[in-house]
């Protein structure tokens, strides 16, 4: 491969061809494809041939891996979590929208995923630009939440009570779960409106997944300015669908995007590895 090209799509994100990520990418390039990173919130590879050594390889160019408390391992590999649903099980893991980690003091920084074993058809992931969420937001609305901080939880999706994301019985056979680890973290509060650290652009830092309330409302206005955000943050204008192909990769962060994979392959199995990157404290 050779001559880079980054080309944004519709909605949110960018597609990165002209890069073999199986070889090691010159300062140049990699430096190209950071601010890429930086500034369309998720970036997209095609026709890539990453073994596992390869996958780790590239993550650790970027930082220091995330070992996940809460997916299941690869068994040769423990820097690489799998992303799995078998033909038989009904539930699949990340189906709604969620941003990975907010629940952390230091959040991720994001995650790249390859496709290993795809559905015939199905199993879609879209994303969400939280930049754009954000910069569509009235003046009101942008004075209202300056100085706002919410509350995120570990608790909600992957402790005792397990929500609607995953149920009991899917989260069994080692696919997901460890309640125990959720339990223990604390609760941690990030800003409802962060600057970006590597584009120094605003973006939306609230998720349905982990948020659980802004700091300082009771409980009736919190809940009534989370929904309208997650209803804002849900503009179709602001999403991009991306069809997952044999050799397709996406790396996407998580202080700027939403992501959903999409539960539409029924008796079908996906296969997908992930490798998360270590963050830093949000301001």
């Known amino acids: 491969m050779g001559n880079l090209s980054i080309a944004p ?18 300062d140049g390039v990699f430096a190209e494809i950071q601010n890429a990173f930086a500034n369309y919130g998720v970036i997209f590879f095609r ?16 930082g ?28 699949n893991i990340g189906g709604g929208w969620h941003t990975d980690h907010s629940y952390d003091a230091e959040p991720a920084m994001g995650s790249i995923l390859v496709a290993r074993v795809l559905p015939d058809s199905g199993g879609d992931t ?20 300056e100085g ?11 402790g005792e009570g397990l929500d609607t994301y995953y149920t009991k019985t899917d989260a069994g056979g080692g696919r997901i779960g ?45 809940d009534e300015l989370l929904s309208d955000l ?5 503009n179709p204008a602001f999403t991009h669908r991306f069809q997952w192909r ?14 959903w994979a999409k539960n539409d392959y029924h008796g079908q199995r996906r296969v997908m590895h992930r490798i998360t990157i270590e963050g830093c404290a949000l301001h």
């Open 9 to 26: 799509l519709n909605g949110v994100g960018a597609e990165v061809t002209g890069v073999d990520l199986a070889r090691e990418l010159d």
């Open 47 to 62: 026709d890539q041939s990453l073994n596992e050594t390869d996958h780790i390889a590239f993550a650790k160019r970027w």
């Open 64 to 91: 220091t891996v995330n070992v996940n408390r809460f997916f299941a391992a690869h068994e040769k590999f423990p820097e690489i979590a799998l992303v799995a649903k078998e033909p038989e099980q009904t539930d």
């Open 126 to 145: 879209l994303f969400a630009s939280m930049y754009s969420a954000y910069e569509a937001l009235d003046d009101r609305m942008k004075d209202k939440l």
């Open 148 to 158: 706002l901080r919410a509350v995120h939880s570990a608790k909600r999706i992957f």
């Open 178 to 222: 460890n309640t125990a680890a959720a339990e223990a973290l604390q609760d941690v509060s990030h800003p409802v409106v962060l600057t970006h650290p590597l584009s120094e652009r605003k973006a939306l830092y609230v998720n349905p997944a982990f948020t659980i309330a802004i700091e300082g409302m009771d409980k009736a206005e919190s």
């Open 230 to 234: 997650y209803a804002h943050c849900m």
């Open 246 to 259: 044999p050799g397709s990769i996406a790396f996407w962060d998580n202080r700027a995007t939403w992501h």
